[in-house]
């Protein structure tokens, strides 16, 4: 009981809570998409509302602009520039003019008039006649164009009558329009003579803005509220599934686990003995000839332990062919044995190795005998059948090492046949290579069976003399070179109208000098081969014994 609590608990600890998760995310996910979309929403809103706010005020600060220029009240403007307020004749006409305007426009807070000293001529707010402004809209507005600036903060300002002292803070959009000295100049710098600042309240566009942003994000949360509720029902049906694929996969682990446990043996038991005849042992596995009573000892699997009838090709079980062609004999699928075996996954993994082993042994087999053959494709002159030159360089090193051990002399023998080039051109490529076949096997039954002849190139043969003296060589050499000549293979374009050879010999004896290699014993009947080729040919020359 202990044993299984146990499990359960470490099942639930290993299972990955999705309801928690996804309601924990969501939650989170559905607030601050909200946040983003209400904030969206209201930047969004209070720009079109704010741009909408500034038409508006620039229409009233036009409209006000053009009033000015009708009823004639430049030249008090002008003179207001250069008087004070209280002596200004058409102050109060200004003052009254613009008073009525505002009237019209309850929105409008205040409105100023500078002269192009930045000074402030006019006020609504009498407070602020003779102030200075240095706002850059100023400046762009007495240059002939017109600008707006929204505060960036709120500003306390009396909205109601002055009797009840009522004070709250708005929200302010100031606009600055140039004055022209008259209509006919307004596109002229020359012709601004001040300019106008417009307080506008745009606190009702802000609140309306966050209104709809509020009722936005409400309506939103409501629909995501919505959709919440069925993701949870989603949810809670595809965790019950993962709980139920959760106990699976760990059932699936375990059998994994075991099927690993069991391969990993066997295929240890393939490295230790280097073979393999390495197989799982199913011990639950039914034998074919056991299910099919078959007494056929001429059956490779017959009353075998570890040999499937699959396995076999062309095995006849119970009347029923099995084996590697199935396709072509009958389907194992079908069989009853073949369906045992296959019964789970630790079976169909562990018959699934052992068919891997077969196989492997198979080629296994087949590349040792392919390699054999390589072997002596390799080592062997395709036209003349002898060793070639990586034959002889193996076999070279391994009688220079036991020379050394034993110390044993041996000789070298490198035979070339006479105007071998001239006898091509003369009969063709093709004779050529007759003459190459002849040579080589008169050579081949001129020396000892403990000799061995080699190619060494073109029309070059190489002789290796193991434990034999340098006197020895040169009769042995001598019996190569007549051994060609009596061949009487026809060469006209030469002195004795037959093909001949030349022969230079050298000999290695290991007390004299240890320090060389069997490369310079090569070349020392090289050597000897050249001084031979120099002379009258079909000859032998001696090189120095080393």
């Not at 009981?1 to 499990?7: D, I, N, P």
């Not at 002939?144 to 708005?170: F, W």
């Not at 020359?190 to 106008?196: D, L, M, Q, S, W």
């Not at 004896?509 to 290699?517: L, N, Q, R, S, V």
Request: proline letters at 2%; hydrophobic letters at 40%.
């Amino acid at each position: 009981m202990s044993q299984k609590k146990l499990m359960n608990a470490e099942e639930q600890a290993d299972h990955f809570n999705l309801r928690k998760y996804f309601t924990l995310y969501s939650i989170g996910f559905f607030v601050s998409l909200t946040a983003l979309l209400g904030y969206v929403f209201i930047t969004h809103e209070k720009k079109l509302l704010v741009d909408s706010a500034v038409s508006a005020a620039k229409e009233f600060a036009q409209q006000l602009n053009h009033h000015v220029q009708e009823e004639g009240y430049v030249s008090n403007i002008m003179a207001i520039n250069s008087l004070s307020a209280e002596r200004s004749p058409g102050y109060e006409k200004l003052d009254k003019m613009i008073g009525e305007h505002m009237s019209e426009f309850p929105d409008i807070l205040k409105i100023k008039i500078f002269d192009r000293n930045r000074r402030t001529i006019y006020s609504s707010d009498p407070n602020a006649v003779g102030t200075l402004n240095t706002h850059d809209q100023l400046k762009e507005a007495l240059s002939g164009q017109i600008s707006s600036a929204l505060t960036r903060r709120m500003k306390p300002m009396r909205t109601d009558s002055a009797e009840s002292g009522k004070m709250y803070e708005v929200d302010i959009l100031e606009i600055y329009l140039p004055i022209y000295e008259n209509r006919t100049g307004m596109d002229l710098q020359e012709n601004v003579i001040g300019a106008f600042e417009v307080y506008k309240d745009v606190s009702a566009v802000f609140n309306k803005a966050k209104r709809g942003g509020y009722t936005i994000s409400i309506l939103f949360i409501l629909s995501m509220s919505i959709l919440f509720l069925i993701w949870q029902m989603i949810i809670r049906k595809a965790d019950r599934i993962i709980k139920l694929k959760n106990s699976e996969i760990k059932k699936y682990n375990r059998e994994l686990e075991e099927a690993q446990h069991k391969i990993t043996e066997s295929i240890d038991e393939v490295i230790k003995h280097e073979s393999f005849h390495v197989r799982y042992m199913n011990e639950n596995l039914v034998k074919c000839w056991e299910v099919k009573g078959c007494n056929k000892a001429d059956c490779p699997s017959h009353k075998s332990e570890d040999l499937r009838c699959w396995q076999v090709a062309g095995t006849f079980c119970g009347g029923v062919v099995q084996g590697l062609f199935a396709k072509k004999y009958g389907d194992c699928r079908q069989c009853e044995v073949f369906k045992h075996a296959f019964g789970n996954r630790i079976n169909t993994i562990g018959e699934s190795f052992n068919n891997m082993m077969a196989l492997l042994q198979s080629k296994h087999l087949e590349l040792q005998e392919a390699n054999k053959k390589l072997n002596v494709l390799v080592d062997i002159d395709p036209l003349t059948q002898i060793a070639n030159r990586r034959s002889f360089q193996n076999r070279i090193e391994n009688i220079h090492l036991l020379t050394l051990r034993y110390n044993h002399p041996y000789s070298i023998i490198i035979c070339d046949i006479d105007n071998f080039k001239l006898y091509n051109d003369t009969y063709g490529h093709q004779q050529g290579d007759y003459v190459l076949i002849s040579v080589a096997n008169a050579m081949k039954s001129s020396i000892r069976r403990t000799d061995e002849i080699f190619r060494w190139g073109g029309e070059e043969f190489i002789v290796i003399l193991p434990e034999q003296s340098h006197a020895d060589a040169l009769k042995v050499a001598e019996n190569l070179r007549s051994s060609v000549h009596k061949l009487g293979v026809k060469h006209q374009k030469t002195d004795l109208q037959v093909v001949t050879v030349s022969c230079g010999v050298a000999s290695f004896y290991p007390w004299k000098t240890k320090d060389i290699g069997w490369e310079n014993v090569v070349k020392q009947a090289d050597d000897a081969l050249y001084k031979a080729k120099l002379g009258k040919k079909n000859c032998v020359y001696s090189a120095v014994p080393m």
